[in-house]
């Protein structure tokens, strides 16, 4: 069974860096492309990035391009997504995933999900 464990979230200010780390255990981590999640107050979970399995290939929502960058280390199990100049609009429960595949998964073919980690972004 995988286990998807995240860490680093926290409350911060605004304009402030976070930087999240979810590790993988159980499976073979190359099989997966990987991908964050993000579910803020009163609303649905969606997708915030993306990774393939090599780490060649990236996908970020709109609202996050250009702040935000996921990155993988196969040979440590874990991806990470830097969180750049932080907005109160930022805060939610991030979730990472894991999906089976060589490409960027789609948001309903995740099988794998972590517990989530809390960021608060403060006006």
């Known amino acids: 069974q995988v286990q998807l464990v995240e860490s680093g979230g926290g409350l911060v200010q605004a304009g402030s860096s976070l930087r999240l780390s979810c590790t993988a255990s159980?499976?073979?981590?190359?099989?997966?492309?990987m991908g964050w999640f993000r579910r803020a107050p009163g609303k649905e979970r969606d997708v915030v990035a993306a990774?393939?399995?090599?780490?060649?290939?990236?996908y970020y929502a709109d609202s996050v391009k250009g702040r935000f960058t996921i990155s993988r280390d196969n040979a440590q199990n874990t991806v990470y997504l830097q969180m750049n100049s932080l907005k109160p609009e930022d805060t939610a429960v991030y979730y990472c995933?894991?999906?089976?595949?060589?490409?960027?998964?789609?948001?309903?073919?995740?099988?794998?999900w972590g517990q989530g980690t809390q960021v608060t972004v403060s006006s």
């Open positions: 995933a894991a999906g089976y595949g060589p490409r960027i998964i789609r948001p309903n073919e995740y099988a794998y």
């Open positions: 159980g499976g073979t981590f190359i099989n997966f492309g």
């Open positions: 990774i393939n399995w090599t780490g060649g290939t990236t």
